[in-house]
């Protein structure tokens, strides 16, 4: 791995950590990871890694108040995560992402918990181009992105494609629902500009003690 590689891959679990701290989206995504070359279980993003190499495999799952999963069909309090690795190639000298790059957790999703949604299948998530657009910002944004592709954001959706994985969702969101997000999220795109507040415990008074006068003792 070059020393490039690994400074990045600083840079970006520190992104990642100020990601999961935002309000904006605290409630909706939570990020884990794996330590490098580990079989065991997955980290908080919040927990720093113990052996000194930072991760690059990571699970995300996301939450959302609501997810439509058919035609007036609405599941609250949705929850599922997904897992991606990012190598080198693909970080560093800029890799073609295969259509295998992003994985549903456990490898579909269970029936009747699908979003109903023209870039998701049982068993598939397609990206699109969502890598590409945040290659040169960073895995915290292609985060964000996905995150946004499932919440059916405009700006996301790819309006122009003629091929969907589920033609039927495409025409509900376009049609009836006429292209509105789920839920109403202000995702944090300008992540490394925003500065964050960071509350501290009140330090103890230095204010002296009221010195209790006995008749007789004190002088």
């Not at 590689?5 to 605290?26: A, C, D, H, M, P």
């Not at 915290?140 to 494609?161: P, R």
């Not at 003690?209 to 007789?216: A, E, L, N, R, T």
């Amino acid at each position: 791995m070059s020393r490039i590689y690994e400074t990045r891959l600083e840079q970006e679990f520190k992104l990642l950590q100020k990601l999961e701290r935002n309000g904006s989206v605290r409630n909706v995504i939570n990020i884990f990871y794996k330590e490098r070359g580990s079989s065991g279980p997955y980290k908080s993003i919040k927990e720093n890694p113990t052996d000194g190499d930072y991760p690059n495999h990571f699970k995300v799952k996301y939450t959302f108040p609501i997810m439509y999963v058919g035609r007036d069909k609405i599941e609250r309090n949705w929850s599922y995560a997904f897992t991606f690795d990012v190598s080198e190639d693909i970080l560093i000298n800029n890799g073609k992402v295969d259509a295998d790059f992003f994985h549903i957790d456990g490898g579909s999703f269970p029936d009747g918990y699908i979003p109903f949604n023209s870039h998701v299948s049982k068993n598939w998530f397609c990206i699109g181009s969502e890598w590409e657009s945040a290659r040169g910002l960073g895995i915290w944004y292609f985060i964000i992105s996905i995150g946004g592709v499932l919440n059916q954001d405009k700006s996301e959706m790819n309006i122009h494609e003629t091929v969907h994985l589920n033609p039927d969702a495409y025409d509900y969101w376009i049609n009836v629902r006429r292209m509105q997000p789920n839920n109403s999220i202000k995702w944090p795109t300008n992540l490394p500009e925003l500065k964050e507040i960071i509350i501290r415990g009140t330090p103890p008074s230095s204010k002296p003690k009221p010195q209790i006068v006995i008749k007789g003792i004190n002088k």
